[in-house]
């Protein structure tokens, strides 16, 4: 089955301590993006990925990393997270080929404290 | 910049009423658009997707979207509401010219009355 798996669904950290949201997809899509969620204002791009190792910044990019080392994998890194992080993450595959459409992960809920 | 407006944040309906759902677009060129459905604790799930063509596009769940280029609108109807369709609509803009970015509308929170 065609999927993104996002991990984990939930997640409540403290100020300051670094964490990692895992992002992998098995559609071999070149394609991968993160969005944030929050109350209307709908969902932001903070950082994509055209291919491995070629990563960009979206629209919310600050306090926010990003690596693309294989195709499948495309982690968000909060090095410092701050309650202002707080939020709904998705991650996104774009098959632009053929059938053109995005596939968004399940989310994951984070919850800075 | 592409960008999309959802005008109305929250629509009440009454169950088997018709529902309507704004959204306007502000993009140069013929774009991609998209509406998304999230259900409460949900992902978002893809109603329909307009790219080129007849501008009526049929989706799922009784769901169908009209492309207007001269308002610059795609606005979401159903003729007649259930209650499983309470859920927050997001109508989102995408482009391979503006490198396949998806750009989303604050969305709709629909509520359905009994």
């Known amino acids: 089955e065609a999927q993104v798996t996002q991990n984990p669904r939930y997640l409540i950290t403290v100020t300051g301590k670094k964490l990692t949201v895992t992002c992998s997809q098995n559609m071999n899509h070149e394609y991968m993006s993160w969005y944030r969620q929050d109350p209307g204002l709908g969902l932001r791009q903070i950082y994509y990925s055209m291919n491995v190792e070629v990563t960009d910044k979206g629209d919310v990019p600050e306090g926010y990393k990003v690596s693309r080392k294989e195709k499948r994998n495309f982690p968000l890194i909060l090095e410092s997270p701050s309650p202002n992080q707080t939020s709904l993450y998705f991650c996104?595959?774009?098959?632009?080929?053929?059938?053109?459409?995005?596939?968004f992960g399940s989310g994951t809920r984070l919850t800075v404290v | 910049a592409q960008s999309v407006t959802q005008p109305d944040i929250h629509i009440t309906v009454s169950e088997g009423a018709s529902l309507e759902l704004r959204c306007n677009y502000s993009?140069?060129?013929?774009?991609?658009l998209f509406w998304y459905v999230q259900s409460p604790g949900q992902g978002l799930q893809l109603l329909l997707k307009?790219?080129?063509?007849?501008?009526l596009v049929q989706g799922i769940k009784g769901f169908e979207a009209e492309f207007k280029r001269s308002q610059s609108s795609f606005n979401l109807r159903k003729p007649s509401v259930h209650w499983s369709d309470a859920a927050e609509y997001f109508c989102?803009?995408?482009?391979?010219?503006?490198?396949?970015?998806?750009?989303f509308g604050g969305g709709t929170r629909v509520l359905v009355k009994p």
């Open positions: 989102a803009v995408g482009a391979r010219a503006a490198g396949n970015k998806l750009t």
């Open positions: 307009y790219f080129s063509g007849d501008t």
């Open positions: 996104a595959t774009l098959s632009g080929t053929g059938n053109y459409g995005y596939t």
């Open positions: 993009y140069g060129a013929t774009p991609y």
